[in-house]
């Protein structure tokens, strides 16, 4: 690490730029993950250029708390941000966020659309909020993009009419915007551009352009909205699939011997108005639309990523640019019958993870498992600054170095649950590069840093164990299995922190 750090001191002209690339919602469903119908042929450029991630995880399967997790470099249970209302400086008025740490050490920065999660509109991360309207985090301004999610004129008046109603009952924040959803996909004929996704594009394009010649080094950030509901894109992105091709998970059940609060019951997508009820089943014709929905939503994105790569090659810009690429979260579509996210089972938490370093790394695939907060601390040791002392995260290059060599052992996820009569229950599970463990607790105790299970008071209610090599799908959990009482407690071992 050190000598890296002279050797980009003594040969780069100037800093390292980075570009961060947040697409919400999106999971490891890309062409260059193996997923060969899937229309992703600019994050495969990306990948087959830079370092590709196959078992990269969230901290917290939901928005907003796996993003004040990996903005921050700290656990959902250092933030205590665990729902989409609490603000991270409301716990930690000092903390520090990625694009702040790159202001303070004289990177012009600039963000676009979905970076920390602002459901309440009001919410702001990285805006002061005592009036004095100076930014913690961008010298050069945060463009939101808005929440416009739909571009037919009838889903425009519709969103409007429900907007005003809302408006005139007094609802705000979240359940203004559950209250306001449209239909869950939309197919239209527009440019792309009409979209926010499409036109922050074109203003990070005018940016980097810009920059190219002024030489000071910048950080940009663009989280883009799309894969996340309502699945509204392009027809041209609708056309690349033939829904006849289109099939639904194989497995659509609950793992056997799971508990029941373990699941969730596709709430997200039961707020938009096609969508029946909850406890009704989603129709299979439905569903089948939904996945080809989220697929043209990626190819979408996809498209805009490939106009950010070409500019940065044309300009020059990719000699000294790192760029990281990733989904705040993986998704549920349709697997164990559930949609969206907000479970510790491995659709929810696997994300899509792509470094490119401008010059080393090309081509490299690590498998080990990684966390989400890991980024932070990788982005520093890129440009070879001083790393902050609070970093719960470790910096992937050794792991670039050397795929193979010493890393944790495992990802680590959580979620909270009402359980038993408990609102405070939390289910961790930790990630192995074959096996899930998630141990379901009551009165759960953490000293933000490791695992300190078991703890005072601590009472684990219910456990899983999931074996990806044999049983990729989690039709069971083998907790109980006698077979794999020694799996368990090797598992135990290593979330307790008693063994590598
Ligand atoms: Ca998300």
Redesign the pocket.
């Known amino acids: 690490m050190i000598a890296w750090f002279f050797f980009i001191g003594s040969t780069a002209k100037e800093q390292m730029n980075i570009l961060f690339i947040s697409v919400?919602?999106l999971k490891p469903k890309l062409n260059v993950y193996g997923h060969d119908f899937i229309h992703s042929p600019h994050m495969d450029r990306l990948a087959n250029t830079g370092i590709l991630f196959t078992h990269a995880y969230c901290q917290q399967a939901i928005?907003a708390p796996s993003r004040a997790s990996f903005l921050t470099g700290l656990r959902p249970d250092s933030t205590r941000v665990y729902d989409l209302n609490t603000d991270v400086r409301e716990n930690l008025p000092d903390v520090v966020t990625i694009p702040q740490y790159f202001k303070e050490r004289g990177y012009a920065t600039r963000g676009w659309g979905k970076l920390q999660h602002y459901p309440g509109r009001g919410r702001e991360l990285d805006l002061r909020t005592d009036g004095s309207n100076e930014s913690y985090a961008w010298t050069e301004g945060w463009n939101k993009g808005g929440l416009k999610d739909y571009a037919n004129e009838d889903n425009i008046l519709y969103t409007e009419m429900r907007d005003r109603w809302a408006e005139e009952t007094g609802l705000t924040g979240l359940e203004r915007y559950l209250f306001t959803r449209g239909p869950s996909v939309e197919i239209s004929d527009v440019a792309d551009t009409v979209y926010a996704d499409g036109h922050m594009t074109m203003e990070l394009i005018t940016a980097l352009k810009e920059k190219s010649s002024s030489g000071e080094p910048f950080f940009y950030a663009i989280g883009y909205i799309r894969p996340?509901l309502p699945f509204s894109a392009p027809r041209k992105y609708w056309d690349l699939y033939d829904r006849n091709e289109i099939a639904l998970p194989g497995f659509r059940e609950m793992p056997e011997g799971a508990p029941n609060f373990a699941f969730q019951d596709s709430w997200e997508l039961r707020n938009y108005p096609d969508i029946p009820p909850r406890g009704e089943p989603i129709p299979e014709e439905k569903q089948l639309e939904l996945l080809h929905g989220y697929y043209a939503s990626v190819s979408f994105v996809d498209a805009q990523i490939g106009r950010i790569l070409d500019v940065l090659d044309e300009t020059g810009l990719s000699e000294n640019t790192a760029i990281v690429l990733f989904g705040?979260?993986g998704y549920h579509l349709g697997d164990h019958g559930m949609w969206c996210k907000h479970t510790n089972f491995e659709q929810a938490n696997h994300s899509a993870l792509i470094f490119r370093h401008p010059q080393r790394f090309s081509g490299t695939v690590v498998s080990r498992p990684v966390e989400l907060l890991d980024m932070f601390p990788t982005l520093v040791d890129f440009t070879g600054m001083d790393m902050p002392e609070m970093m719960q995260g470790k910096s992937f290059v050794p792991l670039m170095e050397n795929p193979e060599g010493e890393w944790k052992p495992f990802a680590l996820s959580q979620y909270p649950r009402y359980i038993h009569g408990d609102p405070n229950g939390m289910g961790y599970s930790i990630r192995t590069e074959r096996y899930r463990y998630t141990e379901w607790v009551v009165n759960a105790e953490w000293d933000g840093t490791n695992y300190s299970h078991p703890a005072p008071g601590n009472e684990i209610v219910a456990t899983e164990l999931y074996d990806y090599k044999l049983d990729y799908e989690e039709t069971r959990n083998f907790a109980d299995d006698p077979d794999y009482a020694d799996v368990v407690e090797k598992m135990q071992r290593l979330m307790y922190g008693k063994a590598p």
């Open positions: 919400d919602d928005c996340h705040d979260h």
